[in-house]
Structures are given as C-alpha cells and as structure tokens.
C-alpha cells in the first residue's frame, strides 16, 4: 500500500504541474478526490486491510488525501490570479473599476440643456464657474445689495440651517465671489441649484436649477445684454428668436428687466400657451448695481456690466417639451431616461 501511495503522489504531482486551466484542474480533482476518484479508492480499499495495519494505512490514506486537496486549491489560487494579471495587464486590457456597459445611464434633461449653454457661452468668452449650495446670508443677500429686513427677502422664501447658513436661494449668491475672484473685466457663467420654500406645482418646486452670467468691462450698455440674450436664445432654440424687455425690479440691479421671447408656439400671433400676448417670460436680467460692483471690489465709476438669472429647469421644460416640472426631481427612471443630446 506504501508503494502504491508513493506512486500515486509522484503522479499527482506530475499530473498537477501540467495543468494550465480550471477546467483541467477540475478534471484532476475529480480523478483523484471524486467518487470514483483514486484517492477515494484508496480509502474504500482500506475495508481490505489487515486490522493491525489499518490504522497506519489510514494515517497515510488521509495524509495524501489532504496534500490533494491543499495543492489543488493553492492551484486554483494561482490560476485565478494568473487570469486577472493577464487580464490587467495583456492585451485585452480593462478597468475592473468600470460600471458595467449592460445598463449605461443617461443624463438628466437639465444636465444636457446646462451643456448646451455652457458651450455657446465657452464660445462666446465667457468662464463656466461653480459655487457652493450651503452659503451665508452675505453671500446670498447682503453682497447683492439686499440688506437684513429688506422686504425684497420676501420674494424668495429661505430654507435656513440651524448653524445661521442657508441653502442657496439664487445663483446671484455668486456674484460677489466671482467678482473676487476676477476683478474687472469678467465674463463667467455660473449654473447652480436653487432652493426655495415653494409650494409645488407644475412650475414651481423647492429645488431648481437657474444659470446665472455676468459680464462687466467698460462702456457695457443693455445694447450687450440683448445681444448676448439673443445670440443665446437663438443657439438654444435653433432659429432666431425676438426679444423684448421690459422694466423688472431686483435690488442688486439698476436697471432691471423682465425679458420675454416670441412665443415659440403661436411665433407672436398669440395663443392659450402665451395667453394670447404672444411673448414668454423667460429671463430676469438686467445693469449689475453700482452698489454689487462695489462691495465686489469693482469701481462702478469705471466699469459697468449686466447680469441675468435665466431659469435653467424652465428652459429644459420648453426645450424638452416637458409639462410638469416635479417631473425631473421625481427620480422616475423610465421618464428621465427618455432624453438624450440633442
Ligand atoms: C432671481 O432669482 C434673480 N436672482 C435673477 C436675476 C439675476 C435677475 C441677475 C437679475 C440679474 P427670480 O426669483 O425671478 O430671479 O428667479 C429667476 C428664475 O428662476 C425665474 O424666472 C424662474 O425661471 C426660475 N425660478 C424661480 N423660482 C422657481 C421655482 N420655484 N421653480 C422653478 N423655477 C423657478
């Protein structure tokens, strides 16, 4: 029997350093510890050995049973690692961080309109800025010429925090940073998501999207504002679009609009959709303060610039075709998912 076990490890061990895949390996581990295995035959047989040497056969039977079993698995071990190295580093390379390409995702409707504007206003000069949702009262009222107890506060009921923050309520909040940041002249964009205490329905919610820009050099005039409105609103809705203002009040601008489009649906003739006025309203905008120009660190005697707060969320409800904007926050995949670049 000695003999016998002798023979079996020394082709066991030969057997096992050919072996190159785990299907092979599988193979060997079922010719040896499988049912009808060698290692399983040698223990059945054990019934045919003389009592006083059972117990050392056993011993023996056991020991090269488990030397099977331990090589086997360190071979798996090794098998798996070869194959992940290879897969790593060879040819076939890939990212084992990567998400899965069964099931890609798609971008939220706001997210493909913010591009869009993002690249005509690139192309046009102007900075794509980003800014924090949890901000001071500063920053989101007092440097844009809002000062406590101003009845303007009213128009935009606040979240606050316990700690005296509050959540974004406009991305003007940004103004003054940005005019920090850059001094004069400027020219940025700032997309940002807005928070309001609004009671929701199919064009309001609590929490919106608004892209804001600024542009301040010398000699800007409101001839520039139109300009750059109409430029915009033309690339966004791919044909040329009228644009007219009219007087809007926001205590961090002097003077301040209301900008109305051609009703895109009737084209000005006037319809349910424009209520028969034949103009949209679609962006407050208007000359930057004195006042914002200089609490941002800028002469206003020597620059001027105008601002405007366009409602982003609003802009991908016309763009899309959308009805009601709860839907874009409701997290409904199978409406979300619907909308690709245009
Ligand atoms: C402002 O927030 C000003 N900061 C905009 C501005 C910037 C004016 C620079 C002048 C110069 P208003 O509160 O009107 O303005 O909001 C701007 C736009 O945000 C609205 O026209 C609308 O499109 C969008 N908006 C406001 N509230 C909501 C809401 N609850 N749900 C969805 N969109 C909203």
Known sequence: MEQEIACLRARFAEEIGNVSDAEALENLRVAYLGK???????????????????????????????????????????????????????????????????????YHPITLVQRELEDIFAAMGFTIEDYAEVVNDYQCFESVNIPKHHPARDMQDT????????????????????????????????????????????????TFFQMEGMMIDRDISISNLIYFMKTMLSEVFRRPINVRLRPGYFPFTEPGFELDINCLICGGKGCPSCKNSGWLELCPCGMIHPNVLREGGIDPEEYTGFAFGLGLTRLAMMTYGVKDIRDFNAGNLKVLSQFESR
């Open 36 to 106: 009808k295995g060698e290692v399983t035959s040698l223990l059945k047989n054990l019934r045919d050995i003389p009592n006083e040497q059972k117990k050392e056969v056993g011993q023996l039977i056991n020991a090269i049973k488990t030397e099977v079993e331990t090589a086997i698995a360190k071979k798996m071990d090794e098998l798996r690692e070869a194959a992940l190295a290879a897969a790593v580093s060879g040819a076939k390379r890939y990212n084992p961080t990567l998400p899965s390409t069964e099931e890609l995702g798609s």
């Open 159 to 206: 979240f606050y925090l316990e700690n005296g923050q509050l959540l974004k309520t406009q991305t003007s909040a940004a103004q003054n940073h940005i005019m920090r940041k850059y001094g004069a002249p400027l020219r940025a964009i700032f997309p940002g998501r807005c928070f309001r205490n609004e009671a929701t329905d199919a064009c309001h919610e609590n």
